[in-house]
C-alpha cells in the first residue's frame, strides 16, 4: 500500500468520531464487519475456512467447492499447486461474496491426537511454512485476504478455550511461531487470528506476543482479530494488538462495545489504540475492495476461468500417499492378473459407500456433489460389487435421497415452516436435504427470536422391505411423527461442559424403527422447539436421520469377505470420519474406529491382492499394514475424492503425495494433548513428529516425507554451493520449480528472511528415473549437526524440491537453505552456532542416501 494510500487511510480514520470508531472494533454479526459510510468503508464479510469458502448461509443452498484438506495439500509438497487451491478459493470467495478467508491453519502435528490435525498442514515448521506462504499469495494474489490462525499454540483442542500452553523460548520460536513468521514476512498476509488458548500465562487476545512479535519485530501491518469469542477484557484485549473482537454485535458477545468506550472516556485506554485499530480495519478494507475509492492491493485480478473438477481432482491425486506396494500391485493392471482383463473388483469398508471427504467443525462446507469411492471406480467403468463390511462404529447418516423425498414425493428433500410464538407461520423453506444448520437468524425470517417451533416435513419412502431407523441428531426439544403417530417427543442435552465444537459435531442421537415395505412410504414430520437449542440466540442446528436396513455387523463383515474371495482384487476403504476428527475435542485413540482392523485382516486373508485405501486427515494405527499388498493413504480427499482415487488405482495418475508427518506404530512416547489443571506443558519441546522418533531411534509404521510413486529412483549425486552466487539458475532444467526457491524475478526472499541475512547455501542433487514410467520425486535435504554444543534433533528438513523425469532421464534439481535453516534461538535472538553441518539428500527422512559436509562461520 502506497503513502498516499496510507495518508488517505488516516484521514478516513481522522473523520470519525470516537463512538464510530469503537464500533467498528467488534463484528456486526457472525460473519461481518460494520459498514461505516463516513469511512467509505462497505460491510466486509469473513467466511471459514481451510477446505473450501462456506459463506454466510451454512447448508446445502449454497454449496461451496470442497478442496482436500490440509493435510493432503501438504502431501502434494507442492507450492505451485497449492498456490492454484489459493486462487481457487479466491475465485469461491469473490462468488460468494466473501472478503477475507478464515484461512489457513498453521499450527503444528504436535500430536496426532489433535482434534484439528486434518486441518493444520504437517509437523514440520518450515513444510507448513512454504505450503502457507503458497496459499496465502494464491488467495491474496486475488485480492482476497487470509487469516493466518490460530496464534499461537493451538495445537489441539481440549480445553481450548482456557487452556494455558507452557512452552520454552526456544521452542515457541523454532516451532511454533515458524510458519506465522514466513508467511507474515514472505507473503505479507493481511490479517492473524489470536487463539482461545493462553501461552505462558496470557490468553492470546491479551499476549503481550502480539504487539512485540508481531508488530514490533515482524513488521506485521495487518489486521489481528479474534477466535469467535475470544476477546474476554475490555481493557487487556485493547492495549494488547488486537483489533477486532468476533463475532458481534458489541450487545450480545464479547467484552467491547459501551465499556471499551468507557475505558477510553476515562482515560484509561488510549485512544491512539484505537485508531491503529481503526486504521488496520480500514487497511484490510482497502486491500479487499471494500474502501470507496481505495484500489484494493492485488492489482488487477485475473479473470481466468477455474476448471474446479479438475484441478481437485488432479490435487487429491498428487496428494495421495502409496505407503506400501507389495509386488507392485498398484497400479491395478486392466488386463488383469492373466492377461485377460481385470475382473471384479470388490469394493468393501464403511468409507467407501458414503464420500468422507472433509473434516469436522467450523471448516465443513457443503459441497454440490462429492464422489464416494464407489461413485469413482464404476465411472471408470469396472466391475465393482460392494459390501460395506462393518457399519456399526459409524454415526447414523442423515436421510438422503433415494428414502428422502419432499412432501408430494416429486423430489429429493423437505420442507420447512417456522411458526411464532402465537404459533402462526411466519416463513417456510424448500431444502434439498435434512441437514439444518441456521447459526446467522433464519434466512427466510431474519431474526431468530421471531422463531418459537419450526416443523420439516418428508416423505419416507422404503427401497427394500425392512426395518429403517428413523430419527434426529440435535440439542433441544424434538418431536418425530410418521403417518401422524408420536416416534417420539425428548428433549437432548449434551454433555455438560461440551465445547461447542463438540455441540455441533457431535450431538445426541435419537432413533426409533420404522418397518416398512418394499416401495412403501410414510409421512414424516419433526417438530422442534428453537428456545430449547442452545444456539438459540442466533438459530438452531440439528439432522433428521435414517438408516435404511442392514445385516448386523458379522453378517456383514461375511458377506464382504465372500465377496473378497470371489473378486481379482479387493480394495478396503476404511478411515474416520467428520464425527471423529473435528474441531472442538481431540481423540483420545488413534485406532480405526469400530471392527475395521478386523475386516482388513480377514479381507486380506481371503484375497492376496487386497488394497488398503485409508481415508482419515490424520494418522491412526494400521497394525495390520504388513499383511496387506498396497496401503494408499488418501486423507479427507474434497468432493473429487473417488475420482481422484480410480485415477491412481489404476495408474491414470501417481500418487504424487509425501507425508507431511509421521505415522506412528503405536501409541507409545507420543505428546499428550490433555491438560494438567488447565496447563498444557509441551514438556517434549523441539521434538515432536519425526525429531521425537529420531532422538529415540523408535521405528515409525510409515516416516515423515515417505511415499512412492509409480516408477523408481536413483539418487546420483550431491553437490554444495552449486550456484550460490546466482540462486535464480538452479531451476531444474526443464523440470518443475524448487519448491523453496523464489520464483524468477519474484521480490520476496526464501524463507524465513530475516534481514539483514545471508544469501543461504545452494545444494544441487542429481537423481535418475530408474524405473519404466515417467514420474514425480520430491527430493528432499535435511541438515543436522553432529558434535554440537547445542541441543538439537538429529536432523531436520532444510529444503524440498520436486522433480519431473521420464524413464531413464536424470534431472538435477537446485535447493536454496536460507540462512535460518542453520540458526537456534539463544539468548533471545537467533545465533549461528559456527562449524560443519552435515546435509544428507534422499527420499524421506529415513532414506537420505547422500551427504555433504557444510562449513558456515
Ligand atoms: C474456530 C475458528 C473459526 C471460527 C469461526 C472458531 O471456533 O476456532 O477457526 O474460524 O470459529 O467459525
Known amino acids: ?168 523460548e526456544r521452542t515457541l520460536r523454532e516451532l511454533y511461531l515458524a510458519p506465522f513468521e514466513a508467511i507474515v514476512r514472505e507473503a505479507c498476509a493481511w490479517a492473524v487470528m489470536a487463539a482461545y488458548n493462553g501461552v505462558n500465562g496470557s490468553t492470546m487476545t491479551e499476549s503481550p506476543l502480539l504487539r512485540a512479535i508481531l508488530h514490533d519485530e515482524w513488521g506485521y501491518d495487518g489486521l489481528v482479530m479474534s477466535d469467535w469469542t475470544a476477546t474476554r477484557a475490555t481493557e487487556a484485549a485493547a492495549r494488547a494488538a488486537l483489533d477486532l473482537a ?114 469436522g467443525g467450523s471448516a465443513t462446507v457443503y459441497p454440490p456433489y462429492s464422489v464416494s469411492p464407489l461413485d469413482g471406480l464404476r465411472a471408470a467403468g469396472l466391475d465393482v460389487a460392494f459390501a460395506p463390511g462393518t457399519l456399526g462404529h459409524l454415526r447414523t447418516a442423515a436421510a438422503r435421497a433415494p428414502w428422502l423425498l419432499r412432501p408430494g414425493g416429486s423430489a429429493a428433500g423437505a420442507d420447512v415452516r417456522f411458526f411464532s410464538p402465537s404459533g402462526e407461520v411466519i416463513g417456510s423453506e424448500q431444502r434439498d436435504a435434512a441437514v439444518f444448520r441456521w447459526m446467522n437468524g433464519f434466512a427466510a425470517i431474519g431474526a431468530p427470536e421471531q422463531v418459537d417451533r419450526l416443523e ?28 401422524e403417530a408420536v416416534l417420539f417427543d425428548e428433549t437432548l442435552t449434551v454433555r455438560k461442559g461440551a465445547d461447542v465444537g463438540e455441540t455441533l459435531m457431535a450431538p445426541p442421537v435419537r432413533l426409533a ?39 448386523t455387523d458379522d453378517e456383514e463383515m461375511e458377506a464382504a469377505v465372500a465377496l473378497a474371495a470371489g473378486s481379482d482384487v479387493a480394495v478396503v476403504v476404511v478411515g474416520t ?80 503425495g509425501r507425508l507431511p508427518t509421521t505415522w506412528p506404530a503405536s501409541e507409545d512416547g507420543l505428546p499428550s494433548a490433555q491438560p494438567d489443571d488447565g496447563v498444557l506443558t509441551y514438556t517434549e519441546g523441539l521434538f515432536i513428529g519425526y525429531r521425537a522418533f529420531d532422538r529415540d531411534g523408535r521405528e515409525p509404521l510409515f516416516p515423515f516425507g515417505c511415499g512412492r510413486g509409480y516408477t523408481t529412483w536413483s539418487y546420483d549425486s550431491i553437490t554444495v554451493d552449486c550456484d550460490e552466487a546466482n540462486p535464480g539458475a538452479l531451476l531444474a532444467p526443464g523440470g518443475t520449480t524448487p519448491q523453496n526457491l523464489p520464483r524468477a524475478g519474484a521480490s520476496t526472499p526464501p524463507f524465513p528472511p530475516d534481514p539483514p541475512g545471508k544469501p543461504g547455501i545452494a545444494v544441487c542433487v542429481e537423481v535418475r528415473n530408474t524405473g519404466s514410467r515417467p514420474g514425480r520425486e520430491v527430493v528432499q535435504v535435511y541438515a543436522s549437526r553432529p558434535d554440537s554444543a547445542v541441543e538439537r534433533p538429529v536432523r531436520w528438513l532444510a529444503g524440498f524440491a520436486a522433480v519431473d523425469a521420464d524413464p531413464g532421464e536424470t534431472v538435477t534439481v537446485g535447493i536454496l537453505l536460507p540462512e535460518r535453516v542453520f540458526q537456534h534461538w539463544a539468548d533471545g535472538g537467533w545465533t549461528l552456532e559456527a562449524g560443519t553441518f552435515t546435509l544428507a539428500a534422499g527420499s524421506s527422512s529415513a532414506s537420505l542416501p547422500l551427504t555433504a559436509a557444510v562449513t558456515l562461520k
Open 1 to 168: 500500500m502506497s503513502d498516499h494510500d496510507e495518508a488517505d487511510l488516516r484521514g478516513r480514520v481522522a473523520r470519525l468520531s470516537t463512538e464510530q470508531k469503537i464500533r467498528l472494533l467488534t463484528g456486526a454479526d457472525f460473519w461481518a464487519l460494520y459498514p461505516e459510510p463516513d469511512a467509505g468503508l462497505r460491510r466486509v464479510v469473513l467466511s471459514d475456512g481451510p477446505a473450501g469458502v462456506r459463506g454466510e448461509t451454512w447448508d446445502e443452498r449454497d454449496t461451496s467447492a470442497n478442496v482436500p484438506s490440509p493435510t493432503a495439500l501438504a502431501a502434494t509438497w507442492d507450492c505451485d499447486r497449492v498456490g492454484a487451491i489459493g486462487r481457487l478459493l479466491a475465485a469461491e470467495a469473490r462468488r460468494k461474496g466473501v472478503d477475507v478467508l478464515l484461512a489457513p491453519t498453521v499450527n503444528l502435528h504436535r500430536t496426532p491426537y489433535g482434534g484439528r490435525h486434518f486441518e493444520c498442514f504437517s509437523e514440520d515448521p518450515l513444510l507448513t511454512a512454504r505450503i502457507g506462504v503458497a496459499y496465502v499469495r494464491g488467495l491474496q494474489s486475488q485480492g482476497v485476504g487470509a487469516t493466518v490462525k490460530h496464534f499461537v499454540c493451538n495445537d489441539s483442542e481440549t480445553e481450548r478455550m482456557s487452556v494455558d500452553v507452557r512452552i520454552d
Open 246 to 359: 468476533m463475532p458481534g454485535p458489541a450487545e450480545r458477545f464479547g467484552p467491547w462495545g459501551d465499556a471499551l468506550l468507557a475505558a477510553v472516556r476515562a482515560g484509561q485506554v488510549d485512544e491512539a489504540l484505537i485508531d491503529d485499530k481503526v486504521l488496520r480495519i480500514l487497511r484490510l478494507a482497502a486491500r479487499v475492495g471494500g474502501l470507496d475509492g481505495a484500489a484494493s492491493s492485488s492489482g488487477p485480478i485475473s479473470p481466468a476461468p477455474v476448471d474446479i473438477p479438475r484441478q481437485l481432482r488432479a490435487t487429491a491425486a498428487a496428494s495421495f500417499v502409496l505407503a506400501r506396494n507389495e509386488r507392485s500391485l498398484l497400479p491395478l493392471d486392466r488386463s488383469g492378473p492373466d492377461g485377460s482383463g481385470l475382473g471384479r473388483v470388490a469394493l468393501i469398508g464403511p468409507n467407501a459407500e458414503i464420500a468422507r471427504t472433509l473434516g
Open 456 to 483: 420439516v416435513s418428508c416423505l419416507i419412502q422404503a427401497t427394500e422391505a425392512g426395518t429403517y431407523q428413523l430419527g434426529v441428531t440435535g440439542i433441544g426439544r424434538f418431536r418425530l411423527l410418521t403417518d
Open 513 to 551: 424403527p420404522v418397518a416398512l415395505a418394499a416401495g412403501q412410504s410414510v409421512t414424516v414430520r419433526l417438530e422442534h422447539d428453537v428456545h430449547t437449542s442452545p444456539m438459540a440466540a442466533f438459530g438452531t442446528f440439528f439432522q433428521l436421520l435414517l438408516e435404511p436396513p442392514h445385516g
Open 577 to 656: 470420519t467428520a464425527e471423529v476428527e473435528s474441531e472442538g475435542f481431540d481423540r483420545t485413540s488413534l485406532a480405526l474406529p469400530g471392527r475395521q482392523d478386523e475386516l482388513v485382516r480377514k479381507v486380506a486373508a481371503a484375497n492376496p491382492r487386497t488394497v488398503v485405501v485409508v481415508n482419515s486427515g490424520a494418522p491412526v494405527l494400521l497394525p495390520w499394514s504388513d499383511q496387506v499388498a498396497a496401503v494408499l493413504l488418501t486423507w479427507f480427499g474434497g468432493q473429487e475424492f473417488g475420482n481422484a482415487l480410480a485415477d491412481v488405482l489404476l495408474g491414470e495418475a501417481e500418487p504424487g
